[in-house]
């Protein structure tokens, strides 16, 4: 497929094609600045595509029940085929996204609803909204993106909205040993440039994960049941 007309994703192939690559080399880190306060950082190569800087603040409210945040990236395009190096013929030298994030957590069911509204890679202003849902540590989320697709030259993004559903299954269920390793397998029907976002290595409402008053007290139900 041909790149279109603001490639931040439907390159894709030119990275995954090659023989050997260096998917990432990065320093992340993740801070407890106040007791209800998370910061990150990533800096380095974040992803197969892009390197830079990556940072994110965010907080639980509600017990947990309610996860906001804000994130923010400044990347440049790396070039294929040559792992510490990056691309000078792009159509852009630096890309900038900016979100306001929020989780709405429904232990009673399992289920998380993710918003991620402002600007994503290609310079489209929107919002991606996602479900997920837990059954027995395995999880399945749909998503699907609202943005302004008009600065868009190409047919293929113009018009589109992202979407797809992805599949998290943790090492554990293999092993039989407690690991914060999990497999991830994404479909959607193909790489546009609408509605996309970096690749973070970790994210804080993940990292928060079941580490909040609602789910913690959930979990000691369970376990005296």
Wanted: aromatic content about 14%; proline content about 4%; glycine content about 10%.
């Amino acid at each position: 497929m041909e790149p279109l007309s603001r490639p931040v994703r439907s390159d894709f192939l030119n990275y995954v094609e090659k023989t050997a690559s260096l998917n990432r080399l990065m320093f992340n880190q993740i801070w407890k600045l106040t007791p209800d306060v998370y910061g990150r950082i990533g800096v380095g190569l974040l992803e197969i595509e892009y390197g830079g800087v990556d940072a994110e603040v965010a907080s639980p409210f509600f017990g947990g029940r309610l996860l906001v945040g804000l994130s923010g990236s400044v990347v440049k395009k790396r070039e294929p085929g040559n792992p510490f190096k990056f691309k000078k013929d792009d159509w852009k030298d630096f890309y900038t996204t900016a979100f306001l994030n929020a989780r709405l957590n429904i232990p009673e069911y399992e289920v998380s609803i993710d918003t991620k509204t402002g600007r994503f890679l290609a310079g489209d202003i929107g919002t991606s909204i996602s479900i997920t849902k837990s059954i027995k540590g395995i999880t399945i989320s749909a998503w699907y993106s609202f943005t302004n697709t008009s600065i868009f030259r190409d047919n293929i993004n113009r018009g589109y909205h992202d979407k797809g559903i992805l599949i998290g299954i943790p090492l554990r269920l293999f092993t039989g040993k407690d690991s914060q390793t999990r497999y991830i397998y994404g479909f959607s029907p193909w790489m546009r440039d609408v509605g996309q976002d970096i690749i973070h290595y970790r994210e804080i409402f993940d990292f928060m994960g079941r580490d909040t008053k609602i789910y913690l007290d959930k979990d000691k139900g369970m376990m005296f049941y």
